[in-house]
DNA sequence: TCCTTCTATTTAAACGTTTACATTTATATT
DNA sequence: AATATAAATGTAAACGTTTAAATAGAAGGA
C-alpha cells in the first residue's frame, strides 16, 4: 500500500495525495476528505525512506551518550525526547563507551545525512573537530560543552555550584576541606575544582593539592579516593565529590573507618540522582534541572535545525544545593 | 559527491561502483582497484537512505525499552549492540516508560519498514497481539516474554531462582520468609512469585499472602515493603525482593528500624547491578548474565532477519545466586 | 572463419516520496 | 460572451541506490 495505489483508488494523481498528506492548503475539502478516508481505510502510513530519499531529511536526530549506565542521562533524554516530538523529531540513542572510534562512528551518521541533527552529552574530539562539525551541521553539546569550541551548548555552572557548597562549608566552620574529582579534564570537571580552588581562596583557606584527588567516577574511585583524603594530616572534615557515585563511594569507605558521616565529617554529591535518598546516610547532592537541561539543548538544535548558519548559543541553567543527612542535615 | 560522481571519475557505469562497493565478485581486480582508490581518494560513503528504498531494508534495529533508568538495562543493549554491529546493523533505542500509546508507537516503526527488526526489552501488548506481530515482523523478546505469546525470547529461570534462594534460606533455618514484589503481572515476576510459593511448599513451610507484598519497583516500594513485613507476627527473618531497588529500600528500613542487615534478618535482591556492592551492607543478588541475554537475543533476532518463518525459540540462560553482607556473608 | 561460452560491463527500471512546473477547471470581471 | 484570474489537479523529474536483463568483448573449439 503506497501512495500509488492510494491515487488510484481515489481516481487523483499521487501528487494531490502527497498534498493532502503534507497540509498543502492547496486542495479541495472535497477532495482532501476523500483522500482521508482512503489513507484511513487502508491504513496507509507514506514510507519514510522514500519521504527521506525525497527530501533529503530524515527527521531523526542522534542523542550521542558516553555510558547507558549513569541514572543522571535519563532524565535528560527524556526531556530531549518530549520536545522532539512536538516537532516531529525522533530520537535516536548511541552509546560510544568514551570510546572515540565509536564516537567517530555514530557523528558519521550526521555527515551521512542519516539523522539531520546531534545532541551529545560527551565528546573526545577537539575543539577544532567540534566547531567545524558544529559549523557544518546541526549539532548540540550538553553538560560538557568542549572548551574553546565554537557551538551552542547548555550546561549550568558548574564552577559556582561547587564554589557555593565549599562556602557553605567554610562559614560552617569547616577548615580543612577536601575534594574528589575525575580525570577526564572536562569543561565539567575543570569548573568544578576551580570552584573549589576560588572558594578556599576566597574565604581564606589555602589549596592543598593532596586534598584534591582525580579519579574516575565509579563508586570505587569514591572509596580510594576518600581513603587518600584521609590520609592526609589534617585530616578534611569536609568532602565536596564530582558525581554521587563517587560520594557514595566514598561515604562507604568513611563509615567502614567508624566515623559518622554527616557528623564526623561531611560529603557533597553531585547530580543528585535517585540513588541519594535511598542510602543511609543519605546523601547530599547538587541538583542539575535534568529534564529542562534536555529541553533546552533540542530548542537550540531546532534552531539550528531551520538555519545552520544561526548564531551559537550558551544556555546556562539553575541549580540547587540539596542537604540532607550526609551534610548534617536530621532525616 | 554520489555514485554517480564516483562513476563519472572512472569512466565507468553506477552498476560497476555498486558491485564494487556490494563486493560482487563479477569485476575485474583493475577496476576494482582503480574504484576503490577514487572511493577512497574521495571520501564517499553510500548514501543510506537510497540503499534502504532500493532494497527494502534498513539494517536497523529498534530496542525497546521499558525505562532509561535501570541500570539493569545497560549491559544487554551492550550485547545487543556489539553482536548487531558484527552483522551490520545498528541499533535504535526508544523508551516506552511502560506507555501503551509509546510502544504501539515506536512498534509502527517495524511495521512501516522504518527498521528491520526489534528486541524488546518489555512489552504492554497482549499475547494475541505479540503473536500477530511476531509472525509477520522480526521480532525478539529478552527477559520478559508475554505469556502465552507465540514469540522468540531469551530469558533466565526465575522461577527456579527464587526457588534456589527460598531453599537455601530455609536450609539456613529461616522459618519466616516474606518477599517484595511488583504487581505487572509479567512473566518474570510471577515467575520468581511461583518459585517462592514453590519452595516453601516443597520445603515445609506454609504459603502466607501476608508474607509477599506486591508494588512497584521503586527504592520507596522496598522500605513500605519492609514495614509491612515487618508488621506481621511472626516477623519474617529473611526477605526476598524482586530487584535490587527493592532490597535496598528494604535495607534502608530495616536499618532505621535498628536491626542489623545480613545478621538480625537477611535481604536477597535481583539483577545484581552495581548499586549492589557499594551500599552497606553489600546486598546478596541474583545475577542475570546480562551482556549474554542481549547477544542471544540478536542471534535470534538475526535468525528471524533471514527467514521470517524460521520456528520460535525459547532460550533460557543460567543465573547465579551471589551472597554478599545482606545475608550474612563476611565483607 | 564462425560459433559457443564465459566474463566484464552497461543500460535502465525500480524503490516511494515531494515538488516545480504545466495544465485544467472554476470563478470573477468586463 | 469573452477574458483574466485564481484554484485545483496532473505530469514528470528528482533523490541515490541496487539489480535483472542486455550487450560487448575475450577466449576457446570446431
Redesign the interface.
Known sequence: MNIKDIAKMCNLSVATISRVINNDPKVADSTRKKVLTAIDKYKF?P????R??RTQK?NKILVLLP???N?F???I??GI?ETAEEKGYAI??A?T?LQEHQEIKYL?ML????VDGCISLFNTLDSEAISSLAKNYPFVQCCEPTMGADVSSVEINNRQAVYDVVKQFINRGHKTIGMISGEYYKSSELGRETGYKDALNDFGLKFDKNLLVKNFYR??DG?VGAKKLMSNNPKPTAIVCASD?LA??AT?YL??QGLIVGKDICVMGFDNT??T????PTISSINQPRYDLGKESFKLLYEKLLDINSTNKKIILPYQIIHRESTGCKP
Open positions: 502510513v514510507n519514510i525512506t522514500g527521506s530519499l530524515s555510558t547507558m549506565s541514572q542521562y535519563s532524565e533524554i527524556q525526547e535516536l540513542v552509546v563507551n558519521h555527515r551521512m545525512k542519516h563508586y570505587e572509596s557515585s557514595l563511594g562507604s563509615k567502614s535517585a540513588i535518598m535511598y542510602t543511609s
